[in-house]
């Protein structure tokens, strides 16, 4: 019995996600008294066994050449025959976009019971509940899984990272890689910014700017903070962004420790995509903007004014830091 | 060409969330149903398209659900499709969903299965990638753009900070998502034939549930929101760095 801890790489390198994946799997391994173990597929550049310092005492690598791309079919079976190997109870991925596809698969094919984006630790007193978010954030659920192996992708952003002491053994698993049908044709990263769904910090416009020439008082802001950019929907439907960055119930889901949203109104759609942020902050000129509802600190303000000097303010408080 | 759309029901966005039976179950008063609005706006309308430029390409929709279900099923019937399959369940365990799903799609060999990126109500973003399993299909999810060569897919798919375009073999799992159609609006016309096309009924195989949902809660209320002058900022930074911690 152990938990074993999916560590999704990019390029060579662990992504930030996982840290938070292992973190949280050490803990469950902690809360069941078993072991937590690592798996990483491919072939990375990270000497692995740093990753000891987030609670897990040996990583699976499976270092195939085949597996540096994601093809979710190919990557199911690995993880499946690495959990039959390991004899993992409970499988643990991060629900990002590789997650959230990968454990959907790994699930039907060992008939193990999956909480997609988890959002705390399971409850082990009677059974095993683990609580996720439903009805786009507006509750949540508390679901039972019933079946012998079960597997959870929590959602980011959701679990304290916890580093401490500690180096992983790293053991090569031999197993069978079958060839994937999916070939990646190109590639179009954007690179140099965060991540919108791994940040920590969001920074996102609304209409109140009036046009993509004005989007650089915000560029400020978020640059300043280390922060991904957002936008509402009219936004990137205008193309005043790039269509990638909306946020709300039709475009990405976010859930960043601080959401800061600059001339949006806050319509229910919105709200859908980014109330799970732990802390939101508000900037509009109209103090009955919907918005206000749902923040925990506002601004009643011309974002013209008011964003220019917060970044400024930021800087300070930095310097004095 | 064989397209099957994966169709499901929920609750219109701006529902009124609350639970009823010791928080349960869903209390459904007064609440509107409509089609999940990434399997309406997005999937359906891709299929419908591929059929407009193909007359070959043939639809079908499912979806796992009750009676109830089938004035949401009429309705994508009205935008387009050929013939809809209700299987009669109220399962909210997405392996039972997709494993009723596969169940049908072994017997009618698709080349294409269209769903949703995600539920607004559910959010597992689950089924898609568990049909492909069960079919052992490749699974392509997030889709944002959708072609079809003769025998392979294009498809262009959201990646963590990114895009990634990729062709495929047909038969294929897709999950869609804003930027492979523009959403549409059914016209008389459909409506009309809609209700002669053919909407079968059909018991669901006997598979087992993984999950169970144990409980609702409601998120606690926001303490409401803390407002500061727009003449000092400063202190906004103060509490954002002091108070929240989140700076
Ligand atoms: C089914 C459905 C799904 C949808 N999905 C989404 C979604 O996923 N994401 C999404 O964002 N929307 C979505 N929408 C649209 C949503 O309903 C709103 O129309 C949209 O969010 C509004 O965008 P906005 O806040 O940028 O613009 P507006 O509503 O026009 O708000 C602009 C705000 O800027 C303020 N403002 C103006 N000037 C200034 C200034 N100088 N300084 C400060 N503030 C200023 C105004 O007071 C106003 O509150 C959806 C709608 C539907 C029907
Ligand atoms: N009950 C259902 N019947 C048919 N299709 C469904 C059902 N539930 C979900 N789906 C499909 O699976 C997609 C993803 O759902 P989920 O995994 O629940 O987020 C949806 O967008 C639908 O296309």
């Known amino acids: 019995m152990s938990v074993l801890i999916f560590i999704d790489q990019a390029e060579g390198h662990v992504k930030k996600s996982s840290y938070e994946a292992l973190s949280y799997g050490s803990q469950v391994a902690k809360q069941l008294g078993v072991a937590a173990e690592g798996l990483v597929l491919g072939t990375v550049s990270d000497d692995l066994s740093f990753l000891g310092k987030y609670?897990?005492?040996?990583?699976?690598?499976?270092?195939?050449?085949?597996?540096?791309?994601?093809?979710?079919?190919?990557?199911?079976?690995?993880?499946?025959?690495?959990?039959?190997?390991?004899?993992?109870?409970?499988?643990?991925?991060?629900?990002?976009?590789?997650?959230?596809?990968?454990?959907?698969?790994?699930?039907?094919r060992l008939k193990a019971g999956l909480v997609a984006g988890?959002?705390?630790?399971?409850?082990?007193?009677?059974?095993?509940?683990?609580k996720k978010s439903v009805f786009s954030g507006k509750a949540f659920a508390n679901v039972s899984i019933t079946s012998a192996i079960k597997i959870i992708s929590l959602n980011p952003n959701s679990f304290h990272v916890v580093a401490g002491e500690g180096s992983a053994t790293v053991s090569p698993l031999n197993i069978d890689v079958t060839a994937g049908k999916v070939k990646v044709t190109a590639t179009n990263k954007v690179s140099g910014e965060v991540s919108l769904t791994e940040a920590d910090i969001v920074v996102s416009g609304g209409r109140g700017l009036k046009g993509p020439e004005n989007w650089g008082i915000l560029l400020d802001l978020a640059k300043e903070l280390g922060a991904a950019t957002a936008c509402s929907r009219p936004v990137g439907d205008a193309h005043w962004r790039p269509h990638h960055e909306h946020v709300g119930q039709t475009g990405v889901q976010i859930a960043p420790n601080l959401y800061i949203a600059i001339g949006i109104s806050g319509a229910i759609q919105h709200l859908a995509g980014v109330n799970r942020s732990k802390v939101m902050v508000v900037i509009n000129k109209d103090p009955e903007a919907p918005f206000f509802k749902a923040a925990d600190y506002g601004i009643v303000g011309d974002a013209f004014e008011v964003v220019p000097k917060l970044t400024e303010e930021i800087k300070k408080m930095k310097a004095n830091s | 060409m064989k397209v099957l759309v994966c169709i499901s029901k929920t609750p219109d966005t701006t529902s009124k969330i609350a639970f009823k039976e010791g928080n349960t179950k869903f209390d459904e008063t007064g609440v509107q149903w409509i089609i999940n609005p990434y399997d309406?706006?997005?999937?359906?309308?891709?299929?419908?398209?591929?059929?407009?430029?193909?007359?070959?390409?043939?639809?079908?929709?499912?979806?796992?659900?009750?009676?109830?279900?089938?004035?949401?099923?009429?309705?994508?019937?009205?935008?387009?499709?050929?013939?809809?399959?209700?299987?009669?369940?109220?399962?909210?365990?997405?392996?039972?969903?997709?494993?009723?799903?596969?169940?049908?799609?072994?017997?009618?060999?698709?080349?294409?299965?269209?769903?949703?990126?995600?539920?607004?109500?559910?959010?597992?973003?689950?089924?898609?990638?568990?049909i492909a399993e069960l079919v052992d299909a490749p699974y392509i999810s997030l889709a944002t753009k959708f072609d079809l060569n003769a025998t392979t897919a294009n498809i262009t798919r959201e990646i963590e900070g990114g895009e990634e375009v990729c062709e495929v073999a047909l038969p294929v799992v897709v999950s869609c998502q804003k930027g492979v159609a523009e959403q549409r609006i059914p016209n008389m016309r459909g409506i009309m034939a809609a209700r002669t096309k053919p909407l079968k009924v059909v018991e669901p195989a006997a598979i087992d549930t993984l999950t169970t949902i144990a409980s609702f809660e409601l998120p606690p209320a926001k303490a409401g929101v803390k407002l500061v002058a727009a003449d000092n900022v400063a202190e906004l930074v103060r509490l954002l760095h002091e108070e929240a911690k989140a700076i």
């Open chain 1, 55 to 108: 609670g897990v005492s040996k990583i699976h690598q499976v270092a195939n050449e085949a597996l540096n791309t994601v093809d979710t079919q190919v990557y199911a079976k690995a993880i499946a025959d690495a959990v039959n190997a390991s004899g993992a109870t409970v499988v643990v991925l991060s629900h990002n976009t590789t997650g959230k596809a990968v454990a959907a698969r790994v699930s039907a």
């Open chain 1, 118 to 130: 988890a959002i705390a630790l399971p409850d082990t007193t009677n059974g095993f509940v683990v």
């Open chain 2, 40 to 130: 309406e706006w997005y999937s359906l309308v891709r299929a419908i398209e591929l059929k407009e430029k193909d007359a070959t390409v043939t639809i079908h929709l499912i979806t796992v659900g009750l009676a109830d279900a089938e004035p949401i099923i009429r309705k994508a019937l009205a935008l387009g499709g050929d013939e809809a399959i209700r299987v009669n369940s109220d399962s909210h365990d997405s392996y039972f969903i997709a494993a009723q799903i596969a169940e049908i799609a072994k017997q009618n060999q698709y080349d294409i299965i269209f769903t949703g990126k995600e539920t607004i109500d559910y959010n597992g973003s689950s089924i898609g990638g568990m």
